[in-house]
């Protein structure tokens, strides 16, 4: 079955995510360097937790805190390489569009929860204030994108189009 042109509601939905995933990659960046460079707060936190008999040198503290950044980051990676798998899977018309339009719809939302929740929390270190209202802004436009993109991807010509192209079992 030939496949006919895709939707302009279902293009700019996909062009969306892209945008998302790449934002995304650059709150996380902002993520893992704001980490790092407030290890003394982590440390201090880490210390706090501890029990009277438990004691860990600084070095070993902070390898901890390093380790657990990094393992945080490739996975958060590892996520956004799955939305990337779902969003071409969306743009093509693949047999798993269906699927993964509906997915990308349930990271909309926490994309467009965790914006929200923004206005309710505050930063717990000393970094300056502007680096976090830069990481927050990222964060608020990367879930407007989101939840325009999901309403696009429900357009009705958008679901026709992907219920007209993707191959049938």
Not at 21 to 48: C, D, F, P, S, Y
Not at 113 to 134: C, E, G, I, K
Request: with cysteine; charged share 15%; proline share 3%.
């Amino acid at each position: 079955m030939e496949k006919t042109s895709v939707p302009e509601s279902l293009r700019q939905a996909v062009w969306l995510w892209y945008a998302v995933i790449g934002l995304e990659v650059v709150h996380q960046g902002l993520n893992v360097a704001m980490t790092l460079m407030n290890k003394a707060v982590a440390r201090e936190q880490i210390k706090q937790a501890l029990t009277g008999d438990q004691s860990y040198s600084d070095g070993f503290i902070n390898a901890t805190i390093t380790l657990g950044t990094a393992v945080s980051a490739l996975i958060a990676l590892a996520i956004l390489g799955g939305v990337y798998y779902l969003v071409r899977s969306l743009r093509e018309g693949t047999k798993s569009a269906g699927m993964a339009q509906r997915v990308l719809i349930y990271f909309a939302v926490y994309f467009a929860l965790r914006a929200l929740f923004l206005f309710v929390s505050s930063p717990d270190s000393n970094l300056p204030v502007a680096l976090y209202a830069v990481d927050g802004c990222i964060q608020i436009v990367i879930g407007a994108a989101a939840a325009v993109a999901a309403y696009l991807s429900m357009n009705k010509d958008a679901v026709e189009w992907l219920l007209k192209t993707a191959p049938k079992p």
